[in-house]
């Protein structure tokens, strides 16, 4: 299982994840979808610690 709670990023002052938590169960197929600009990438590199949060 993967699990997330409350993640919040930040660029400088720009608020881009605010509280973000989720859920996956194992052997889950998950996707995650959006418009341009909505927080994929910035979720996927905050969860790989990629980027600090």
Do not use: R, W
């Not at 709670?5 to 194992?26: H, M, P, R």
């Not at 052997?27 to 909505?38: F, R």
């Amino acid at each position: 299982m993967l699990e997330v709670k409350k993640l919040t990023v930040c660029y400088n002052d720009f608020l881009a994840l605010n509280e973000i938590s989720l859920k996956i169960q194992e052997g889950a197929l998950t996707g995650i979808i959006g418009p341009n600009g909505a927080g994929k990438s910035t979720l996927l590199k905050a969860m790989l610690n990629i980027i600090p949060h």
